[in-house]
């Protein structure tokens, strides 16, 4: 998979073909194949190991922050690791698109990690009282949602910098707001 996901960050998943991933680690194609089926596959399990990677190293963030907090930095720092990978990877939206298109288990792994994220912090939230919901993970589900415009790497392509920050905090004051909301149960 690394010797894959190099290939892919140079040249691009239309320019390398499993031939060529096999060249490189001087083996037959067949034993590519072997392990993956299509070169989708070996894209999404190179999209689930990096999901993976970064939800497990943000859901450790700020522990002890209050949950509106960590709701805010959790968001932000997702962000910024999308905005990170853009810049380091000009073909991440080609993975990105295939994933996406092809209905690949990545793409619900990525949702679910996320909202498995937020459902953990909103739990916190509502066992120290500070949000008022009846279910972490259906407020989860609103949480991801709303968040889509900042964590979704098709909208932070082109957009400004400043302007993602200050969406994203806005985002975290709506969030957060009616997470807080007594009437919200």
């Known amino acids: 998979m690394q010797a894959a996901e190099t290939l892919f960050r140079e040249r691009g998943i239309a320019g390398c073909s499993i ?11 067949a034993n590519i194949f072997k392990h993956f089926h299509s070169k989708p596959a070996l894209v999404d399990a190179i999209c689930e190991r990096h999901i993976r990677h970064l939800v497990d190293r943000l859901a450790t963030l700020d522990e002890q922050a209050p949950a509106p907090t960590r709701m805010a930095r959790v968001a932000c720092n997702i ?28 793409a619900l792994v990525y949702r679910q990690k996320i909202e498995a994220l937020f459902a953990d912090l909103i739990a916190q939230g509502m066992a120290a009282g500070t949000y008022h ?8 589900q609103s949480a991801s949602a709303a968040f889509a415009s900042v964590l979704h790497p098709a909208m932070l392509a082109n957009a400004d910098l400043s302007e993602l920050h200050q969406r994203c905090d806005g985002l975290a004051e709506l969030v957060n707001a009616a997470l807080q909301n007594p009437f919200a149960k």
Do not use: G, T, W
């Open 19 to 29: 031939a060529d991933i096999a060249q490189a680690l001087s083996m037959s194609p």
């Open 133 to 140: 919901c009846k279910n972490a993970d259906a407020a989860s």
């Open 79 to 106: 962000m910024e690791a999308h905005l990170q990978d853009l810049r380091e990877n000009p073909h991440l939206f080609e993975m990105i698109l295939m994933v996406s298109k092809a209905n690949l288990p990545s």
